[in-house]
């Protein structure tokens, strides 16, 4: 697995060892700028809908390296230099991963894109279309690689409506396309209402899902849907939706060379997934994923994945509070 010169699979951003590095901070503006500057195929808004769509998902295998690679159709992009890796990490791991975490918290919910928009065809139409890749992003990114699976009550029904949804975005998507089709202005007007509101619900739902996931990975007894939920499939037309990809193969995922010694561990009250993987230099990069699905990585590689394991677990015996995040019941610093 080479970091540069051949296709990228983990990124490790500047940090010291010892000391893993916490939730960054990042503009829409750089998360595009980086996006479009490494010829990503997924829209920034579809990104954020996917990525916290992964953040969310009760599946034990979540790691925001499979899904930047996700992002990317499969795989992430050749890059020239360390530098574009710790940038590609700071911007999207540490930056905007770690910020949509923060909308697990009820106080902060998610939002699907905002933007001026004109009541003519064509700006509906993309509006309509937008719409759909975000809803059946967010899916995506819950889903990971499974086609049904077994959620909370809540966020199965939450999620049988946001198919109903992507289905009337991806209907009124089809009509705009179609010019045959008569669009008075009062018609568009009265329909860009009707897409506002439909928004408003797939916020609503998303949410909702979000919500029902956390209580379930917090250990908090929710009843679980009788039948398993199921991934929201494309409607199959020709030319309904751009695919997330570069192929349009979504469920694609990565091949990691991943340790035996990865492993899920509770210490000192704080629970969180530990992620060692290794490249192809025959080194160890660690990550530590907590409890909101905030990602932690350390700069430095490890000469073997033993040696990555006991910094993990140095580091939650002396640096607890680096991983509680926003738990309820966290200790004052």
């Not at 690689?145 to 999620?159: G, N, R, T, W």
């Not at 739902?205 to 919500?211: E, G, L, T």
Request: net charge negative.
């Amino acid at each position: 697995m080479n970091l540069y010169g051949a296709r990228l699979r983990l990124a490790t951003p500047s940090m010291s060892p010892s000391k893993p590095a916490g939730p960054g901070t990042t503009t829409d503006r750089e998360v595009r700028a980086l996006l479009e500057r490494h010829k990503c195929p997924t829209p920034y808004p579809v990104v954020r809908a996917l990525m916290l769509g992964s953040i969310s998902s009760p599946r034990l295998d979540v790691s925001p390296l499979v899904t930047l690679a996700q992002i990317w159709g499969g795989e992430l992009p050749e890059f020239a230099s360390q530098e574009e890796v710790e940038e590609v990490t700071r911007v999207l791991v540490h930056g905007l991963w770690n910020q949509l975490a923060d909308h697990q918290r009820s106080r902060n919910p998610f939002r699907l894109a905002r933007f001026e928009v004109t009541p003519t065809r064509v700006a509906l139409h993309d509006l309509a279309l937008l719409r759909a890749q975000e809803v059946e992003g967010f899916v995506d990114g819950l889903f990971g690689s499974e086609d049904e699976m077994v959620l909370p009550q809540k966020a199965h029904e939450a999620v049988q409506l946001l198919a109903e949804l992507c289905s009337m975005f991806d209907g009124a998507a089809e009509l705009l396309a179609d010019e045959d089709q008569p669009a008075p202005a009062h018609e568009l007007k009265s329909l860009l209402r009707n897409l506002q509101q439909l928004t408003l619900v797939a916020d609503e739902s998303i949410n909702k899902a979000v919500q029902s996931c956390k209580r379930a990975r917090g250990q908090q007894l929710e009843a679980m849907a009788s039948a398993p939920s199921r991934r929201i499939s494309g409607s199959g037309r020709p030319g309904a939706r751009a695919p997330h990809g570069a192929d349009g193969d979504v469920d694609r995922e990565p091949e990691f060379i991943t340790s035996p010694l990865s492993q899920k561990v509770t210490r000192n009250g704080v629970s969180v997934g530990i992620e060692i993987y290794g490249d192809s230099r025959g080194r160890w990069i660690l990550e530590v994923v907590d409890s909101e699905n905030g990602s932690h990585v350390w700069d430095d590689r490890f000469e073997t994945d033993q040696e990555a394991l006991s910094e993990a677990l140095r580091a939650l015996d002396e640096e607890t509070l680096e991983f509680w995040r926003d738990a309820p019941d966290r200790p004052p610093s």
